[in-house]
């Protein structure tokens, strides 16, 4: 999903309240026109300023009906008509809910055309409304502004016909920037050059080899992959299916996390990393005061890895071995040497298979590395990296380059999500996985995503801290 389309996304919530407001307002006033008064006189007593306070209240238990409604999904080729049917549905849904309100608390309200005309201009406007957002959405795209840039691969007439409607029509929001009749590795090099968002895949004829390759290609460089409906019956367990120039369409999702999963685990991003440093700033005080005072500056280790869609970025942690041993850029040519000497400890101590490694009874961890690595307190400055955008509280273990060159081709999928401080894989074992386990555990976190589990996982993280561990 484009940047765009969540921006466009989040903007239509307060558009929608706004609406919401302006038809309890505009049905206030209808209700106070001559007509209306001829055909029954007010008998209640509320200013237009008690009326708007009671209406924000009741906009808000919309805006929340709209979106348990699905009101707030992104489906980029879903018609207006579709979406004004579950605007009505919703607003109906609403009327029900003030009417139940009404009932059971037994509310003196003697305006039963106030609800309804509300009702009606609820409709009248978040349609509207919808449809201002629509013709907004169709100028940027006509523009050129945030088009899906796409590659269609398929020598049938379904293939032309889609070129066909998207060139014509830029409003759907489709860039087909180059076609092909059929996939084969030969063209990586060149579709890696075309900065692709999306590959539609139309060749129902195609064998199977072929197919499979195309996926991983869009595996391997994050790229969505759309397929006609005909040429799969199944292979993900995020599927979605939507018409795009009247053919059946599927998308096969690395994630569940997608549109509004997204806004909400940035928000808990945020909001817990902002908890976690207020509550633990006496231990991070501490801690770099102790590291200070033991073996000098700096009191920050940053460690290049890995994250979301291959980024590279540095994790900040506090520095649990000696300068002289500490590996990276941040040391210039001392780090230089310490790399030389990790590599002799690796092929000496290391206590695990595969590409990660991890040294047994490492000598350049100082008598405070070794405590703070114990309960986890080295990693603690990462929240600063949440904060950045850079990591997640839960997701995926971040590694480092030269570990994620061995297995990026073979595992792509757990670079779809940023990396975690903890995770799945973490609270499952620790250290004590091997590295296909950990593989696996990431990629079913990927594949089922979800806020629950999130919370989840952070609840369980300090518990799984807290047991007894030897630190390696």
């Known amino acids: 999903m484009k940047r765009s389309e969540v921006i466009l996304m989040v903007l239509q919530v307060p558009l929608d309240f706004l609406m919401l407001i302006f038809a309890g307002v505009s049905a206030y006033y209808l209700r106070f026109t001559n007509w209306a008064i001829d055909m029954k006189p007010v008998v209640f007593e509320m200013s237009i300023f008690e009326f708007i306070d009671v209406a924000i209240w009741v906009a808000l238990g919309w805006v929340i009906i709209f979106a348990v409604l699905g009101l707030y999904s992104i489906n980029p080729n879903r018609k207006f008509a579709r979406d004004l049917g ?147 019956a199944t292979y993900s367990a995020n599927m979605s299916v939507a018409a795009l120039a009247g053919v059946p369409i599927v998308e096969l999702k690395r994630t569940s996390l997608d549109g509004w999963g997204r806004v909400a685990k940035r928000i808990f991003d945020i909001v817990v990393s902002i908890f976690v440093i207020l509550f633990l700033s006496p231990f991070l005080l501490l801690s770099s005061l102790i ?111 030269r570990e994620v060159d061995k297995y990026e081709k073979k595992y792509p999928i757990v670079f779809t999500l940023k990396p975690g401080i903890t995770g799945l894989a973490q609270i499952s074992g620790r250290s004590d996985l091997s590295f296909k386990e950990e593989m696996k555990l990431d990629i079913l976190y990927t594949e089922r995503w979800s806020l629950l589990q999130d919370l989840v996982i952070f609840i369980k993280t300090p518990f799984i801290v807290f047991k007894k561990r030897k630190v390696l």
């Open 291 to 401: 590291i200070l005072l033991e073996t000098g500056r700096p009191i920050i280790y940053k460690n290049e890895r890995v994250g979301i869609r291959g980024r590279k970025f540095f994790t900040f942690k506090f520095r649990s071995m000696y300068k002289k041993d500490s590996t990276g850029s941040q040391f210039g040519k001392d780090g230089m040497r310490a790399e030389e000497k990790e590599q002799e400890l690796i092929k000496k101590q290391n206590a695990r298979k595969g590409p990660i490694y991890k040294i047994k009874d490492d000598p350049r961890v100082t008598r405070f590395g070794r405590f703070i690595r114990r309960w986890s307190i080295d990693e603690l400055p990462q929240f600063f990296n949440v904060l950045r955008g850079e990591m997640s509280i839960v997701g995926p273990r971040p590694h480092q380059p």
């Open 86 to 232: 579950r605007v009505i549905f919703a607003c109906s849904a609403g009327l029900a809910a003030i009417t139940v309100y009404i009932v059971f608390t037994q509310q003196i309200f003697d305006s039963r055309f106030l609800v309804a005309a509300g009702w009606g201009f609820a409709i009248l406007y978040v349609g509207l409304g919808r449809f201002v957002m629509r013709g907004i959405k169709s100028l940027l795209y006509r523009g050129g502004i945030g088009l899906r840039r796409i590659v269609i691969i398929g020598s049938e007439e379904i293939a032309e016909n889609i070129t066909d409607v998207l060139k014509r029509r830029r409003e759907l929001g489709y860039d087909v920037v180059a076609t092909f009749e059929k996939y084969s590795k030969k063209l990586d090099r060149e579709l890696k050059k075309l900065r692709l968002n999306e590959i539609i895949f139309t060749n129902p004829r195609a064998d199977e080899a072929e197919a499979l390759a195309a996926i991983q290609f869009c595996n391997q460089h994050h790229v969505v992959f759309k397929y006609s409906a005909d040429v799969f």
